[in-house]
């Protein structure tokens, strides 16, 4: 936060005009124009993460934190009713000698979702789930994050159809939708083969020496409530059976939710909140169906997790704030015009990877893909032509500079709420 108000303060304010296409708005190439000094406050820097509830992304940021909270107490009653340990027992029961094919089919699953149909937000909620597993087989909270969370992130960036990179962008571009998928999924086959090396290697090394983790002090509750000695008793009740085969039903239709809203655009829309609300009521029915305790109980154990997530929230209300920070500031359009004079004599090659650094640093500040797509694809799709880079290469060098950042930057809210939920 206050890296981006010094920015505001160095870098000149200055404004592209904009216009509305499609209910969409994005930046009219060669209308830049400096406006001077911006009164903006050094004070407003540290109030930003409240200002967004106000601005133009507040129903963004609040979808988030409603997302969040639904979540975080969802799993506190699924830990407490004993359904998580059931169900993460069978699972190593049934996986047990073959745990590494069971990770490299969890990471087809995320990553090709991601890269098909754009999914990344939509599946935090099954990643708690996907850490459970990964302590209950002997590895580590990491282990799990690379299987849900980084296999999410990757597959957004290996885009084969990713409607929010790979559309938006090509449909900026002057580009046939979805062309040159047979390169896209040459580079989603690489990027899956160079993911599960990484993975299995630093799950290997788990294993056998579990105090090589990086995480395996945080870890040790974990360790505690998810071993393979804890749910011995819990495997033969017929109730914690029941409750999970009932929560496996609302997973389904969570599932149906992300590809729907692949299809129908309505769906879309609500679809981050319609997964929490299914999460939300399926926690509170197996917890009833499992019968651990009376249902005042149950709302104690939903509240006492929502509560324990609220340090996640105000992070992410300081990660939205850093655009807010630089939108106010008026710098953000200086920047994409600096780079636009800079990139006039390029060589396509080093224009290509100009373009890929200019959309990480970018992505600092923006996390939404068909944002940043709005924001820079009308300014340097004809830049690249006149430096003898195609189009094509200009999306797929966008396209992975918004993705392989997702699960690197504190600012993506996403990253943060996967994070705070791996407690």
């Known amino acids: 936060m206050l890296a981006a108000g010094i920015l505001t303060r160095v870098i000149p ?42 601005g133009p992304d507040a129903a963004t940021v609040i979808v988030i934190i409603v997302f969040l909270l639904m979540v975080g107490g969802s799993i506190a009653i699924l830990e407490k009713s004993g359904m998580l340990g059931y169900s993460m027992q069978r699972l190593v029961d049934r996986f047990s000698q073959h745990k590494y094919r069971l990770m490299a089919v969890m990471v087809f699953f995320f990553m090709l979702l991601g ?10 909620a099954l990643v708690p789930l996907a850490i459970t597993l990964a302590i209950s087989l002997g590895w580590d909270s990491l282990s799990g994050l690379g299987m849900s969370l980084l296999a999410a992130g990757f597959g957004f960036a290996a885009a084969i159809s990713n409607p929010f990179t790979v559309g938006v962008a090509q449909r900026l571009a002057g580009l046939p939708a979805f062309s040159g998928v047979l390169y896209r999924l040459l580079v989603f086959t690489v990027v899956y083969a160079l993911l599960i090396v990484f993975l299995q290697k630093h799950a290997h090394k788990v294993e056998k020496d579990p ?3 990086p995480v395996y002090t945080e870890d040790s509750s974990l360790r505690a409530k998810f071993t393979n000695t804890t749910f011995t008793q819990q495997t033969e009740q017929p109730a914690l ?20 809203g ?10 981050l909140p319609l997964i929490g609300l299914l999460f939300l009521v399926g926690a509170l029915l197996a917890g009833q169906i499992s019968g651990y305790d009376k249902f005042s109980v149950i709302m104690k154990d939903l509240f006492k997790g929502m509560v324990g997530i609220l340090p996640a929230i105000l992070l992410i209300l300081m990660a939205m704030s850093v655009k807010h920070i630089m939108t106010a500031g008026k710098t953000m359009d200086t920047i994409l015009f600096y780079a636009s004079e800079r990139m006039g004599g390029m060589s396509p ?37 006149l430096v003898g880079l195609t189009r094509q290469s200009a999306v797929l060098a966008f396209t992975f500079g918004d993705g ?20």
Request: charged letters at 10%; glycine letters at 6%.
């Open 13 to 54: 304010a200055g404004q592209f005009a904009r216009v509305i296409n499609d209910g969409r708005e994005s930046i009219v190439p060669g209308s830049y124009k400096a406006i001077g000094q911006v009164d903006y406050p050094i004070w407003r820097w540290v109030t930003a993460p409240f200002e967004v509830l106000a």
């Open 115 to 124: 890269a098909l149909i754009g999914t990344f937000e939509e599946m935090i």
């Open 211 to 213: 105090t090589s983790s």
């Open 241 to 260: 059976k029941r409750a999970t085969r009932a929560f496996g039903i609302f997973l389904a239709l969570m599932l149906a939710v992300i590809v729907l």
């Open 262 to 271: 692949f299809i129908v655009t309505p769906i879309a829309d609500i679809s």
């Open 349 to 385: 090659y080093v224009a290509g990877i100009f373009i890929y650094v200019l959309i990480l640093f970018l992505e600092f500040f923006i996390s939404s893909g068909s944002a940043k797509a709005f924001l820079v694809i009308p300014i340097i799709a004809p830049l690249v032509d």
């Open 404 to 423: 392989f950042s997702n699960v690197f930057f504190p600012t993506n809210a996403a990253l943060l709420i996967a994070l705070g939920l791996t407690v």
